[in-house]
Every structure is written in C-alpha cells, then in structure tokens.
C-alpha cells in the first residue's frame, strides 16, 4: 500500500509517498546522522510509477513527522501499527516530486473524494487537502481575481500575479486554512512552525502565479528597453525573476504599489458599500422603485448599516469612521450609474428613487456591473432566487382518447396537443399577451408579484398561440411532462396537461401511481409488500417499453423481482427470449435462483468453450430458452452473435459496471434490439451523476441527451457548481426510471426478517480451476494404495488444500504472490462490500484460515484504502478490546475480518450488517454462533448472512449434504468434512470432481 | 522668420526606456482636468513646438519627471549628449484658500465621494470659484516654466513633452493637481466631510501571525477536518476580460513597449479558461473497473 502525500512550503508543492510499515526492515543509522532517510517512504520511481504524470522532477525533501523510536508515524493504520510511547517531531528524508507539470496541477485537482487512485495507491490526507487548495486557486483564476504584483524574496525582486482574496472569498480562505491538517506544512530544512493560514495563503499565491504563467513560459529576456519591459518579460517568464537594477526595481515596487493602492485600500476595509433594490409598495400607484445605500460587514455580510446612520454619525464600528469607506465607494459608483451619480449632488445622499424602467435596467445591467466592480448588491429575492424565478413558459395541452380495456395504446401514437402560455401559476390568453406586447414593459406585476418578461418571448409565445393544434408522440409528450424542453421549441416548456390515457399515463409514471399486480402463478416464492411493488413498477415501465433500473439495497431481492417480471412476461405468452448481463462472479447465483424461484424459465447460460459460436447455433439454442444468461466480458465478445436476435428484453445486472460510456461492454449492450431494458445495481446510483447518463442511454436512449449536453447541463452544474436547481432536474427526469429502497425505509424494514440467509454461489478462475484439479488428480492417484487412518488423514489434507485453492491461489501456493483478479470468492466479496461500504453499511468477514485473513486484508484495504481490523489466534485482549470498541463507534472502519476461532465467541458486534462466511467450517453450529456476533441483543436492523460457496467444487457438494440434513443440523455437532473421509473412493472422486460451469471464461 | 535658420531642425538622441505618453495619436488626457491643465499649454501659442512636444512624450525621450508641491521637474532628453532640465512652477494655495475650498467642498457629497474614489468631481472647479479661487492657472503669467536648451522659445518643445505627460499623469491620479497647488491627498480628505479622515481606508499593517508549532501528537498531526462545504463560490468566466486593471486605470509613468493593458489582457483571458478548465478536471479513475470484470 501506498498513501500518496503533499507539503507545501517556501513556494515548492511536493508530492511525496508512505509506505506500509515492515517492522522486519532494519532502521538505517538514525543516531549518526542528523537527518536520516525516511524508513517507509516511497522512493522516487514509485512516486512516478503511482503518478502516472510525464515529465516530472523528483529531489529529495526533508519532512518532520511525529516518531517513536526512530520509527516515523504512520498517517494511517492501513500503513500498519504505530509503536507505543511518546512521540516527538523529527526530521526524515524523502523522495519527492515537484509540482509543475500541467499534469501534476491536473492530477492535483481532480483528487476530489475518492479514496484511491488505483488498487494499492491510496490519497492521503495532505494530498487530499492541497487538492482542494489548488481547486480554490483555480477558482479565483477563473474569475480572474489577480493583478501582476512585483515581490522581494531575501534580496531578489520577482514579477508576480498574486491573487485579490476579499469577500467570501476571505471568510473561504479562513475557513479552509482551519481545515489543514498540520502534516501539510510539515516540510522545510528548518522545524516548520508557520501558521496554517500563512502558508495555505502563499500556497494559492503560488497556485494562481503559477495558473497564469502558462505551461509554456517565455524564455527570460536579457535586453529591455525600460524596467517595465523587464517587468512584463518577467511576469512571463518561467521564474519571474527580474533583471533590472535594484533602484530601478525598488523605484517600480513603489509604482505597482501606487497603481494597486485603490484595490488594497477595498480589501483593507472592514466595510463594503452596498446597494439595495426595494419594490414599490403594492398602493403605490405611481411605483416607485428605491435603491438604498448600505454599508455592509466584511466578515460579517449579514451586518447592514444604512447610510443615513453613517452620515448621522451614529454608526462607529470599532471606533473607525466609516464615512469616507461611504463616499470612497459612492465615488467609484457613480461611474458605473448615473442615478448614484445624481444622488451625489446634496450633503448626505442616502440613496436613490427610479421608475419600473428604471428597475429593470438595474436589475439586468447595473447590478451586475457594480458587483463585478465589489459592491454589495441586495435584490429582491424573487429576483435573485433561481428555482423561483418566474418566466414565460409554456405548457402542452395534450386530447388523446380515454383508456379503453383493450390496451393497445403506444408510446408512439399520436396525439392532438397546442401549446398554453403562462407566468408563474397564470395562465395567459393571446389577447393577455398581445396587451403586454404593447406595454412594452419589461417588468410587470402580476397578483402582487414582479416579473420580467422580454419582448423576444412575448413575441414567441404569441407565435406559438396562433399554431393551429397538431399532432405529437405520446413519447414526446412524456418528454415534456418530465421538463424537457423540445429544440425547436423558444420558450421552456414546463410540462404537459393531458386529458385522456395520457393523463392516466403520466399520472402513474410521476407519481408512482400504477396498479400493484398479482404475482405470477408460476413464482415459487411470496414477495414481501415492497417486492410486489417493485415488480409492479417493472411491469409498468415494460409495458410501456421503458426502461427500468431498481437499484435496491443489496439483500432486498432485486434477483426476485427481476424474476417475477420475468415470469409473467412468459405467463403472458412471451416467446423470445431475455438476454441477462452479469458479471462472471454471480452467473451461478443467477443459474440457482433461477431454478428455485422460478423453474418453468428455461435458463441458457452463453459461457465457456462449448457455448455457441455462430449466429445459427445460438439461434438455435436460444429458441426454447426464455433467459440467456451472459457475462459482461461475453457480451462484448461475442457482440456479433447477440446483436441479430430480436430479444424480447436486455437486463444489466451490477449495471455500475457499464458507468463508463465509451467502453465496448457498454456499447455492446446499447447495441442489442429488445422490446425493455432493466439495469439492476446496489450502489446508490443518484450519487453519481456522472455514471447516471451511460445507464440512461442504456435504459432509455436519447432522454438524457447527448454526452456533452448531459455534462454542460447536469454534469458540470452539479458537480462542479453545487447547482440545486439542475439536480431538480435531473431528478424530476431520471426518477420515474429509478427505484431505490433501502433497508431503513420504514415501508420495507417491517417486511424484513431480523436474519436473511443467502449463498453466494462464485466461480473459479481459470488459474484456481487448473490447480484444483492438479490437486483432485493427486489424490485419485494416490488413493488406491492406503486405507485407514493414513487414508482418511490423506483425505483430509487434500480437502484444506481444495478449500484453499477456492479461496484463492495465493493461499495455496503459500507465495505471497499478486492478488488482485486470481480468485472469485474475492472478486465477489470486494464487489459486494464496495456496494455495501457505499451505502454506508459494515460487515464482518470469517475466514478459518489466518493466511487468507492476511490476504484478504491487504487487498480490501489496496482496493478502498479504507482500514479493515482483522482479528485472529495472535491478537491480544487489549487489542481485540480496542478493535471491537473501534468498529462499533460510527466513524470506524467499516469491515472487520475474523478468522473464525478467534472471534466466534463472546463479542459484541451490532454495527455490522452483513455478515460473510468466505469459507466453511462445514459446521452449522459454528457458523451460526459467529453469525450470531452481528446477530445479538442490541441489534435493530436486519442483518444479511452471506455463505461463500464455489459451484461446482466440492464446497457447493458439502453446502448440499449439509442442506438435506438441515433439519437435524443443529443437533448434529458433526462435520461436514469428517463425513467425506466415510466416503468410498468412487463417491469420494464423484463429490471431488469439477463440475462444468465452474470455472470463468 | 529669422531663427529658423539660426537654430537648423535637429534630431533628439534615441533614448531607449524613457516615459512613453499613453496615447497614441490624436489629443492628450481623457479626463476633463487633463485636458484642462493642456488647454492651458495650448493657450501659448507656440506653434510648431505643440507637435514636436507631442511626438517626443510619445517616443519617450522624457526619462523623469517629479511632480513636488508647486513644481515640476522633468528631464528631457533633446539632440545633446546630456538631457535638458526642465521645471515648471505653479504658485502654491495657502492654507487660509484651502480652508475656505473644504468648507465650499462640504456642501455636496459628490465632492468627497469622487476625490476619495480618486477621481476629480467635475464642478469642482464652481466650488473653487465659490471660494474665490482657481484650481488652474488663471493666466499664463501664473505659470513659470523653464528649460536648459538652446531654444529661445518659452515654453520649448521640451517643456511642451513635459506638459503632456503630466497632464496623462493627472488623468490617472488628480491629486497630483492639488499636489501642484500645494495640499495633498490627506489634507484634503481629512478636511473634508469624513470626520476623522481616512483612517479606515489606509491599508491596515499586516498582523503578525503567530507561529504555530507542528503538534506531536500523530493523530493531531494527521488530524483532517472535513472540509468545508461552498469552498469556491459561483465559478465562471467573467464577460469582459481583465476588469481588475481596467478598473484600477493606467499605470504611473508607463515606459513599456507596449500599452500595459494591451500586454496583460490576453493574459487574462486565456488564464481564466484554464483556471476553469483545471476546477472542473474530472475524478478520473485511471483503471477502467469493467474490464477487470469478465
């Protein structure tokens, strides 16, 4: 594991590395030295190798970090224990590399919240933070808010840009300097001791320098005809020093000084100027607005002092005087409007009366201007609040016959429809509008509130008036009926009023009002209240041919719901077949549940060597089927065979896997023919808007819009603007599309038992399957020689060493080799602790074996760089105390791994959820009494015990002979191993054997 | 007439890095005080010496110029090896005037408003009217000016240069006029209707920060806060490029090649749109997750 660190300090951003702690390495002469190198610090071609950024420089970098023992502290347990004593700050060399790169700046910024950068590169906390600096620098440059400035360093002048911070911007800056955790200004040749502020401000100072420059400077010129010239070469120039003579230099600093005197002064003020629109009083016939001049607090927006105080002298914030910040700002205000410039004429102006017209004109023009010149301006809030900001809009009248019984009806029937006019919640006739358009006014009242309505939308509104009525899809209509607008379309539409089966139509669309169905006969299982919902909702969008995506909590039964749908449609005379996506990690849960849930479904699964190779012979194959059941890797690859058939519905199953668009998995399953489509995921989907459109263009092509209008309208305003209103949007259009019930939901939590019991049926891979059979051959080879105790000794150790390799070849092979993408078990217990950590859940983790303990937890804590405790036979009391203390306290981590001796008695661990059996005791008793830490008084919420099983090893064997004796299971205290050894040497090789479909592709 | 033949048209030396007047062709001073203070100038009727005074504040053979209470000193680089030494002279308004100007000053806010936004208010010269007195020259006996050269003319083409860069001077900062008159900046604003002067707009010192020790406790070391929420504020780019130095106006005495705005203002433009660009930089996630899936 490596967590990526920054420091900043003396104008140099570093980015350097810890490494996990290896108590086993021998500490370098920390007692001769005065500054030893750093023990775990990533060297320099880890650092580049992590960055991945070309081009960059390393150096070597001193850093003072809190030691023990000549051991520097972690900054996190995933880097391992800390020694026990006192610690004091020390000084350590690391290797680091420079920030300057464009690449570097661009990495920098786009760190954001996540936690890794790819599996074993975690952000650390420092990198995290100047991640955010260098977006709040960004920000500033956007808004240009930076002056070339000219600054002495020891004895040497630099040309500068350095940023103008006042306002907010301050009260940010202020905020943000609190934040930074002291190990960001822990670097420097000398015990750093500055104060957060000072450097987070030289830090964005540096940042926005930096930004303007460019990536490509100019090569410093020698030769200038004047110290002003020295002065631009310098501003543009790699290093800004200048060249100029000192007196000529010091002469300019007093220049720069001058000329940016007026900016300094602002920012100096505790007071800004400020203007306030007030309406007219609702009697007053002849409206008259006022604007009202008001000093406003610097650090304080909400402190408002009109300025007839001011004048009185009654207003003497910490005995300043506050006149002249008035007058200096009612100065340079009366360039920007005439009508402050009147104001000035008398002794004491304390602001202003205008006209509507006037109004309008402050409202669209000089507001503006007077804020991009740092006045405060108040208006009005129906002015300034967007979401409640009245426009012309129009609305479609939609006639469409009534719902007959026969059903019939399409999305693609036309419909007679004609646009209405309205403001606000009024409506407005043609001849309402023709008399505005004479008016001419662009502010009007309407019941006592004030709009704005330009002549261009009055004239299109008119327009669209006089439009005979037409027709328009029944689509199109439910396009507009969600909020979007259609192109050729002037004014926003803000929805549709429709009559007939329309209305119905979108009724039960938006406000989730369709029908709840009778489940299908042919389901072999009763849903629960919220999964008759969920099926229903299916149901509905499918008739209509729109897709669904449910993304429920993991454990409510989203595979159940799919399969009722499924159900019904073949109850309902469906012939073709459904094509189902999934990972290869759970293409055997699908195959079981199938079978169990509803068995009339004929079940092809597309997969390994002897699967269909041509059109024909999938055709073929797939006639009788009603589920082809596929992997995602397949679907890509066998995309040619797939795209001809005419599928009766395509269903993406853990559809966050197709989040990234341009992948060809996502455009082989945008490429398929099918009458519905169904994405089902656990994680929260609504939480990344970036990953919303590739689904929406899977599910329902074209809704969301393009790409790049999906990003300029959602994306980027949502995630980059905190826009309120764009995330209305976005929810009014994706939320009749979108299911998602959690467990605390107060509907499904009364319909969930206390424990839910599932196996996880996993796959082997290709590596795990050939070292199985390896060791099956072994023992059938040496079988036929020995009996007795030897024999039964010899099973056994073959059956830890089949257990082993399922768990994954690392284990077995006993190498510490790589771990990622070698066992299924694990691939699917990191896909399913991902979606459950997202959620915000925690669970527990058994495992009998230590090793696999071991390796579990490298790879959970490389994958999230979240820590995972891991509890086995060497913890000490006070340890395992001071873990289950940690993993029951809200903000602890989030997995605790066990190894099933250690922690199967005794312990209180309700802050779990989820509960997994990664391998098996084969024991029931066992199991259940682990299970039961999670499981325990003091527990409110359901908890999910999930059993990790190979198909087609001898795992799923045991699972089934331990399952047919249930029954007596809890009294039996036997063995699920100790009965194999019973076994005759044809069963024994029978319930060894790999069974096909076992193994990914 | 006689001395064009005594004194033959030189050329001036080449002086690299002198004060370049602002504009280019056409008239001196923008502001309504410049271009007063250079009808002034033109009022001399010196002819041909207007224009050549002109082109040399524009070429920059002006190297300094100190505008003190009362005078003007300038050097002026002409056709000999040393520069011409230029002065000129305006009488100072004594105390007693000034007092009398605040009062009249006093009456309407616009006075102090414009003077403390650092912009002459138009009808000031009606309050020094008022106040029986006069902001400018009232004749051109008022003005003394001087200059070292040959040139028999007063005021020369030397002086003339002089005049001009000044009177660009004065669009930039008006003050500089009363400066000439012998007040400044602070007698006035303090004297004006703001109480007790303009304490509140002088640029605070800087506090001194404490320093702050690193702690030596790890987990307050490591310590991360969550960050605060709205760290950036509304982010977009603004409609007119480089606002801050328009509004801050032209720089004291420019000497560059190039107009400073000219120079910068694309360099605010194209700064802005990679400031965007870098705030809106993408969590991409280096490892594409689907195709570890098959």
């Known amino acids: ?1001 | 007439m006689w001395f064009r033949d005594f004194y033959p048209k030189s050329t001036p030396k080449a002086v690299k890095g002198g004060i370049k007047a602002q504009s280019k062709t056409g008239a001196f001073g923008k502001s309504w005080w410049a271009k007063r203070w250079i009808e002034v100038l033109e009022s001399f009727n010196i002819g041909a010496r207007l224009g050549r005074g002109r082109s040399y504040a524009r070429k920059g053979q002006v190297t300094d110029i100190n505008i003190g209470p009362g005078k003007v000193t300038a050097k002026v680089q002409g056709s000999r090896p040393t520069p011409y030494a230029v002065t000129i002279t305006l009488p100072k308004l004594t105390e007693k005037d000034w007092e009398k100007l605040v009062a009249e000053l006093n009456t309407q806010a616009v006075f102090a408003a414009k003077l403390l936004a650092g912009e002459m208010p138009q009808d000031i010269e009606t309050a020094f009217t008022k106040a029986g007195l006069s902001l400018f020259p009232k004749s051109l006996e008022e003005i003394e000016t001087g200059c070292s050269c040959p040139d028999w003319s007063n005021p020369c083409k030397h002086i003339a240069a002089v005049y001009y860069l000044v009177g660009e001077e004065f669009d930039r900062d008006p003050f500089l006029l009363f400066r000439l008159r012998g007040t400044d900046r602070e007698m006035i604003c303090g004297h004006l209707n703001t109480g007790s002067g303009n304490a509140a707009v002088a640029a605070e010192p800087e506090p001194s920060v404490a320093p702050e020790p690193l702690p030596e406790d790890a987990s307050a070391f490591w310590a991360s806060t969550p960050l605060p929420a709205d760290l950036c504020g509304e982010v977009r780019l603004p409609p007119v490029s480089a606002a801050g130095p328009k509004r801050l106006g032209g720089f004291p005495f420019w000497r560059g090649t190039d107009r400073l705005l000219d120079a910068i203002t694309p360099i605010y433009s194209r700064a802005a749109e990679r400031g965007l660009a870098l705030f809106e930089t993408e969590n991409v996630t280096p490892h594409d997750t689907t195709s570890a899936q098959s």
């Not at chain 1, 509104?461 to 899809?473: D, G, R, S, T, V």
């Not at chain 1, 341009?662 to 990953?691: I, S, W, Y």
């Open chain 1, 1 to 1001: 594991m490596l967590l990526l660190q920054c420091g900043f300090a003396d104008g140099h951003c570093l980015i350097w590395g810890e490494r996990n702690l290896r108590p086993d390495d021998p500490h370098s002469g920390a007692a001769t030295k005065r500054t030893s190198p750093h023990p775990f610090a990533a060297t320099a071609n880890e650092l580049n190798a992590a960055l991945t950024a070309k081009g960059t420089t390393s150096q070597s970098a001193m850093i003072w970090l809190p030691t023990i023992a000549d051991t520097p502290l972690p900054s996190s347990p995933l880097l391992g224990e800390s020694p026990t004593g006192t610690p004091k700050v020390k000084p350590w060399q690391v290797a680091a590399v420079v920030l300057e790169t464009d690449d570097l700046l661009g990495f920098l910024a786009g760190i954001g919240d996540r936690p890794t950068l790819a599996p074993g590169v975690g952000v650390g906390v420092t990198l995290r933070y100047w991640g955010e600096a260098l977006r709040f620098a960004s920000a500033l440059v956007a808004r240009e808010q930076f002056l070339p400035d000219l600054v002495q360093r020891g004895k040497k002048w630099f040309a500068r840009w350095t940023p103008t911070i006042a306002g907010a911007d301050a009260t940010r800056i202020d905020r943000l300097a609190r934040a930074m955790p002291p190990a960001c200004r822990a670097i420097g040749e000398k015990l750093p001791d500055r104060a957060a502020n000072e450097v987070l401000r030289e830090f964005v100072a540096f940042a926005v320098d930096r930004l303007v420059r460019g990536p490509l400077p100019e090569k410093p010129r020698k030769q200038f005809d004047s110290i002003h010239d020295d002065w631009l070469h310098a501003l543009k120039s790699a290093t800004g020093a200048m060249l100029g003579s000192d007196t000529d230099v010091s002469q300019l600093a007093t220049q720069v000084r001058e000329w940016r005197a007026p900016i300094a002064r602002a920012e100096a003020a505790p007071f800004r100027l400020c203007f306030r629109l007030d309406e007219p009083d609702e009697k007053d016939r002849r409206q008259t607005w006022e604007v009202r001049y008001l000093l406003q607090g610097r650090d304080d927006p909400s402190l408002h002092i009109p300025a007839n105080d001011v004048w009185a002298g009654k207003a003497s914030v910490a005995r300043t005087d506050l006149k002249p910040i008035l007058l200096a700002g009612l100065g340079q205000a009366a360039n920007l409007s005439p009508d402050v410039d009147a104001s000035l004429k008398t002794a004491t102006p304390a602001g202003f009366s205008t006209t509507t017209d006037g109004a309008h004109r402050i409202l669209n023009e000089t507001a503006w201007l007077l804020e991009q010149a740092g006045f405060g301006v108040l208006l009005p809030a129906w002015w300034t609040g967007h979401a409640t900001k009245q426009q012309l809009e129009v609305t479609a009248k939609v006639k469409s016959p009534p719902m007959s019984g026969g059903g019939g009806l399409s999305l693609e029937d036309l419909v007679q429809f004609q646009w209405s006019v309205a403001i606000g919640d009024q409506e407005l006739t043609l001849a309402e509008l023709q008399e505005l358009a004479k008016q001419k006014a662009s502010l009007v009242r309407l019941r006592g509130k004030w709009v704005q309505v330009s002549a261009d939308d009055i004239r299109a509104a008119i327009e669209l008036l006089k439009k005979k009525p037409a027709k328009i899809a029944a689509r199109d209509v439910m396009k507009l009926a969600l909020g979007i607008t259609p192109e050729d379309t002037p004014l926003n539409a803000r929805g549709a009023i429709a009559s007939g089966w329309i209305e119905g139509f979108l009724k039960e669309l938006t406000n989730a009002t369709f029908a709840e169905l009778e489940p299908p006969a042919g389901l072999h299982a009763s849903l629960r209240p919220y999964q008759v919902r969920g099926y229903s909702w299916l149901a509905f969008l499918r008739r209509w041919g729109l897709g669904a995506c449910l993304a429920d909590d993991m454990g409510l039964g989203k595979t159940l719901q799919t399969l009722a749908l499924l159900q019904r449609e073949r109850e309902n005379g469906e012939k073709k077949p459904v094509l189902l996506v999934c990972p290869m990690s759970v293409v055997g849960n699908w195959s079981r549940e199938t079978a169990r849930f509803a068995p009339n479904l004929s079940l092809l699964i597309h997969h390994g060597p002897n699967r269909a190779k041509t059109k024909a012979a999938l055709k073929k194959d797939a006639t009788n089927a009603a589920i082809v059941l596929t992997s995602y890797g397949l679907l890509a690859r066998d995309q040619k065979l797939f795209e001809p058939m005419k599928w009766s519905g395509v269903i993406l199953d853990e559809a966050q896997l197709v989040k990234n668009p341009n992948t060809k998995t996502a455009q082989a399953a945008r490429a398929m023919t099918a009458e519905f489509r169904v994405a089902l995921t656990g994680t929260p989907v609504e939480n990344h808007v970036g990953d919303l459109w590739a689904i929406g263009q899977f599910l329902n092509p074209g809704l969301l819009g393009t790409a790049t209008a999906f990003r300029r309208e959602f994306f980027t305003p949502i995630q980059h603007h905190q826009d309120a209103r764009a995330m209305e949007r976005l929810k009014r259009l994706t939320g009749p599309f979108l299911l998602r019930r959690l467990k605390t939901d107060p509907t499904v939590i009364r319909d969930l038992p206390a424990k839910i019991e599932t196996t996880e049926y996993c796959t082997l891979t290709r590596e795990q399957a050939s070292l199985y059979a390896a060791v099956v051959n072994e023992l059938d080879k040496e079988l036929g020689d020995v009996q007795g105790i030897k024999r039964k000794g010899m099973v056994l150790g073959a059956l830890s060493k089949l257990k082993q390799v399922c768990n994954h070849p690392a284990q077995f092979l006993g190498d510490r080799s790589a771990i990622p993408n070698r066992s299924g078990k694990l691939t699917r217990l990191t896909q399913m602790l991902e979606e459950l950590l997202d959620a915000g859940d925690k669970a527990l983790v058994f495992t009998q074996f230590t090793e696999m303990g071991d390796i579990i937890r490298r790879h959970l804590q490389e994958t999230f760089a979240r820590e995972v405790l891991f509890l086995h036979g060497g913890t000490s009391r006070k340890q395992r105390d001071a873990m289950v203390e940690r993993f029951q306290s809200p903000d602890g981590p989030g997995v605790f791994l066990l190894s099933l001796k250690a922690g199967g008695t005794g312990l209180n661990l309700t802050a779990a959820t989820h509960v997994f059996h990664f391998d098996r005791w084969w024991n029931p008793a066992v199991e259940t009494q682990a299970t039961d830490r999670a499981f325990r008084i003091g527990q409110t919420r359901t908890v999910q015990v999930h059993a990790f099983v190979c198909s087609g090893t001898l795992e799923e064997k045991i699972d089934e002979m331990l399952a047919r004796k249930r029954s007596v299971a809890a009294k039996v205290v036997g063995n699920g191993e100790a009965m194999l050894t019973e076994l005759g040497d044809d069963q024994l090789r029978e319930v060894l054997a790999l069974r096909p479909n076992a193994v990914e592709d």
